[in-house]
């Protein structure tokens, strides 16, 4: 790995709060489900592998989910996916992530790599989120709900240390809050999808086809 990759996910963490109400950090905050050897540093490490690369494409979408982020540590992937190998340079984990009986598995995780693979650009895209950390109910941590404006300006500093580090990169907008940030900080975009969930499977699909020509 480019030492360097291993540098701004750091960078990108440590502009990050950690244990608030609400809201987990996945590279920070420890998870009473996380599986044996599935904390915060080992989380930090998939998504410094993640950013392992020189991209062609930025995807970001709303916020982390527990389904999917809250155990990998990657945007847009669930432990079900990083079990099969199916994430481009992190090698199929023999081991769980949660504690659940079987691997979690998020419906978007699943829509969106399917959709990169098919489209020849799962390599050269990252993903990411507009506020990157998890938005759930105060007592219940499997659960997601719709972070707050001031809420999703906590990732802002984040957002703009990813796009200094790869500034070739195309920015794709995943639903309307990641739209309203962007926008917020006057980055250019490619353009912007439908978020893939709550049967927006097919328009994010169409959407991303027709943005990459």
Not at 96 to 118: C, G, N
Not at 142 to 164: D, F, K, V, Y
Request: glycine fraction near 10%; proline fraction near 9%.
């Amino acid at each position: 790995m480019n030492p360097s990759r291993r540098s701004l996910a750091r960078q990108l963490v440590a502009t990050l709060p950690g244990g608030r109400p609400g809201l987990f950090n996945p590279w920070v905050d420890h998870c009473p489900h996380d599986a044996a050897g599935n904390g915060p540093q080992a989380k930090l490490e998939r998504l410094a592998l993640h950013l392992d690369c020189e991209p062609e494409f930025i995807l970001a979408g709303e916020a982390p989910g527990y389904q999917g982020c809250r155990y990998s540590g990657i945007a847009f992937t669930s432990e079900r996916l990083l079990g099969e190998g199916a994430i481009p340079r992190i090698a199929a984990l023999p081991y769980r992530l949660s504690t659940r009986r079987l691997p979690f598995s998020e419906p978007s995780a699943t829509i969106v790599w399917k959709t990169l693979y098919r489209l020849g650009i799962a390599e050269r895209t990252l993903l990411w989120n507009a506020m990157q950390l998890h938005p759930h109910r105060a007592d219940t941590p499997w659960s997601n709900r719709t972070p707050s404006p001031e809420e999703i300006a906590l990732g802002e500093p984040a957002m703009r240390l990813l796009l200094e580090a790869f500034p070739l990169a195309k920015i794709v907008a995943v639903g309307k809050k990641a739209e309203g940030l962007l926008a917020g900080m006057g980055v250019k975009v490619a353009g912007a999808v439908r978020h893939p969930a709550n049967g927006g499977a097919t328009e994010f699909a169409k959407g991303l086809q027709a943005l990459i020509g």
